[in-house]
């Protein structure tokens, strides 16, 4: 899961680059800051996938010894197969897609500031910005299975974290902060446009795997969503029935 997120969030970030260059002619134009581009895989969403590795587990320890079974995911090679891989790929295609042709067509012709400017290129780029950062680190929070509060931290940390970068680095003069001068104080905070599209686009990235992940779920789950469902229904008071794999790798109560 680590590694394929690695793919998803690169793949969401770099294509929306591609976009951009695509939409303005490959002129060169870059459509995010020099420093954006160098902190989104130092600070804004790099913890969140580091956490994942060290604490995330799909059931926890007693049930992986009590169904031995569920280390058939590993021995299968079903959670790092190329068929998810590639899955995790055309997501990371698909969001970028949505990403980008959501954000420009919402806020490129409609007035942003107060006195009916449009947007500028600098406020589009932190807007589709601000999506990628919001949509990778919250299809982390989808994907996690057993959240800890360190988990919690780094996730919503690096969302808090963009902002405090935009505020911090947007107040530095024009010289430095060259783009991203007050491009958040002045022009996007107090836009609720801006706002609006942020909370839009990320649902619709997000919809695309709730939606496969439902569907799996209910219809071609895996071992541990079998666990992880029954463990759910079962009340407290109840002990879980023993579960065996037959040769056909079904799953059968005792």
């Known amino acids: 899961m680590q590694i394929c997120y690695f793919f998803y969030k690169n793949i969401t970030f770099g294509f929306t680059l591609f976009w951009f260059e695509a939409y303005a002619s490959f002129s060169g134009q870059a459509a995010y800051n020099d420093w954006y581009m160098s902190f989104y895989n130092v600070f804004f969403t790099s913890l969140p996938v580091i956490a994942l590795g060290v604490f995330d587990q799909d059931v926890s320890a007693r049930l992986c010894l009590k169904y031995p079974f569920l280390y058939q995911e590993g021995v299968q090679n079903i959670l790092f197969s190329w068929p998810r891989i590639l899955g995790w790929m055309i997501n990371g295609v698909m969001s970028s897609i949505i990403i980008f042709f959501f954000t420009t067509n919402s806020t490129i012709y409609q007035a942003f500031r107060r006195d009916g400017q449009v947007v500028d290129f600098e406020v589009l780029g932190v807007t589709m910005y601000t999506c990628v950062v919001w949509a990778v680190n919250c299809q982390m929070a989808l994907a996690i299975n057993y959240f800890t509060w360190i988990q919690h931290f780094f996730i919503w940390g690096s969302i808090a974290f963009w902002y405090?970068?935009?505020?911090?680095?947007?107040?530095?003069?024009?010289?430095?902060?060259?783009?991203?001068?007050?491009?958040?104080?002045?022009?996007?905070?107090?836009?609720?446009?801006?706002?609006?599209?942020?909370?839009?686009?990320?649902?619709?990235?997000?919809?695309?795997?709730?939606?496969?992940?439902?569907?799996?779920?209910?219809?071609?789950?895996?071992?541990?969503?079998?666990?992880?469902?029954?463990?759910?229904?079962?009340?407290?008071?109840?002990?879980?029935?023993?579960?065996?794999?037959t040769s056909e790798g079904k799953i059968e109560t005792e």
Request: proline content about 9%; charged content about 10%.
């Open 164 to 245: 405090v970068f935009l505020v911090i680095y947007g107040s530095l003069p024009p010289t430095v902060s060259t783009t991203a001068y007050k491009v958040l104080v002045e022009a996007c905070a107090p836009s609720p446009l801006y706002w609006l599209v942020t909370l839009f686009v990320v649902i619709c990235t997000l919809l695309p795997y709730l939606t496969y992940r439902a569907f799996q779920t209910r219809f071609q789950p895996m071992y541990h969503d079998m666990i992880q469902q029954r463990v759910f229904e079962t009340p407290r008071t109840e002990t879980l029935g023993e579960l065996t794999t």
